[in-house]
């Protein structure tokens, strides 16, 4: 059974910077590809950034050039580095896990950017 656990959420001021952190049990980290996503109230949970076990990235448009995706096998933890936060990257941001079909999702962090 893997688990996922989300830290580093919080309030910051637009401009600022944040850094997300998701820690996995079990023993499929480094075979998985994980992602971060995110979901506002009354909307679908969409992509944020994604990483393969290769270390090959995916960036949703609307964070391409303001957050980093990264992991440490050894520490079985991905990390989202987020600057330049915007007013309208608040919301939860969830941890995922993919191994092949099976999706794990962590509890999420929620992140607010005051204007």
């Known amino acids: 059974q893997v688990q996922l656990s989300e830290s580093g959420g919080g309030l910051v001021q637009a401009g600022g910077s944040l850094r997300l952190s998701c820690a996995a049990s079990?023993?499929?980290?480094?075979?998985?590809?994980m992602g971060w996503y995110r979901q506002a109230p009354g909307k679908q949970r969409e992509l944020v950034a994604t990483i393969t076990s290769g270390g090959t990235t995916n960036y949703a448009d609307s964070v391409k050039g303001r957050f980093t995706i990264s992991r440490d096998n050894a520490e079985k933890t991905v990390y989202l580095q987020m600057n330049s936060l915007k007013p309208e990257d608040t919301t939860v941001y969830y941890c995922?896990?993919?191994?092949?079909?099976?999706?794990?999702w962590g509890q999420g962090t929620q992140v607010t950017v005051s204007s």
């Open positions: 995922n896990a993919t191994f092949g079909r099976v999706y794990y």
């Open positions: 079990g023993n499929i980290f480094s075979s998985s590809t």
